[in-house]
């Protein structure tokens, strides 16, 4: 139970900053770059999460 929280964690932390990368070259976070780098944030921080946990 305590590695599925952990996974949420890092999901939500690598999306939150996945999606503000874009809004360093001036997009706006609800554009299509903020959403696609917001779902690959997500995912790294899922990969990480499982890599830290086994």
Known sequence: MQSKRIM?????????LGGYIPML???NY??????????LGAIF??????????
């Open 30 to 39: 609800f554009s299509f770059a903020s959403i696609i780098f917001n779902a």
């Open 8 to 16: 949420y964690m890092f999901m939500l932390i690598g999306g939150t």
């Open 25 to 27: 070259w001036g997009a």
């Open 45 to 54: 921080g899922i990969w990480l999460a499982f890599k830290i946990t086994r």
